[in-house]
């Protein structure tokens, strides 16, 4: 049950960081307005749910719902769908290395060293409070993010290098969490 409130919390802080995201670093033409984010954000969540509940919560799942939400975006911020698509890339991959940092360390070392009846409670703990710091953090310094942004969208073939590298994390977890 635990895991449950989790994971559906850090659904929606995910969805709220790469709607805010996006619009935080296209041009200031093509921005939403907050009820429109709002919108965004709970479409978002809405999809994810569904597809979770149709494709389960596997790694298999995780890069078709990548693969939603990177659409969901571009077509959320159509006149920018680039911009959309850079902003999208880069919260997605600061999320996979999240996950394949805390997993590897929470499967490797934490889990074989912790009774059955706390795995839910240590899943929490390290798998997804970290999940809720870095979206804190993003959300407090997206100027950092909006510099990384900047420089890829000035790159031509840098968008096209970062969708591909995010595919690639994706199969990464996939494979890592297999054994």
């Known amino acids: 049950m635990i895991i ?6 850090n659904t929606i ?20 307005s907050k009820s429109q984010q709002a919108l965004c954000i709970a479409i978002m969540v809405i999809t994810v749910l569904i597809s979770t509940a149709i494709m389960g919560n596997s790694n298999l799942g995780a890069i ?7 659409m969901l975006g571009a077509i959320a911020f159509k006149k920018d ?11 997605y991959l600061l999320i996979n290395i999240n996950v394949i940092i805390c997993g590897n360390i929470f499967h490797g070392y934490i ?17 997804y409070v970290p999940q809720c710091i870095m979206t804190y953090i993003v959300l407090l310094k997206r100027e950092i993010i909006y510099k990384a942004y900047r420089f890829i969208r000035s790159k ?9 590298v995010t595919i690639i994390i ?10």
């Open 4 to 9: 449950k409130i989790a994971d559906l919390t």
């Open 13 to 32: 802080l995910q969805c709220i960081m790469i709607i805010c995201t996006i619009n935080y670093c296209i041009d200031d033409k093509y921005k939403k």
């Open 64 to 70: 078709v719902i990548h693969g939603m939400l990177l």
């Open 81 to 91: 769908s680039l911009g959309a698509t850079i902003a999208f890339s880069i919260i």
């Open 111 to 127: 889990r074989p060293n912790i009774r059955n009846e706390y795995i839910e409670l240590g899943i929490v703990l390290f798998m």
């Open 156 to 164: 031509n073939l840098s968008a096209i290098s970062l969708i591909i």
């Open 170 to 179: 994706d199969f990464i977890n996939f494979f890592n969490f297999i054994f």
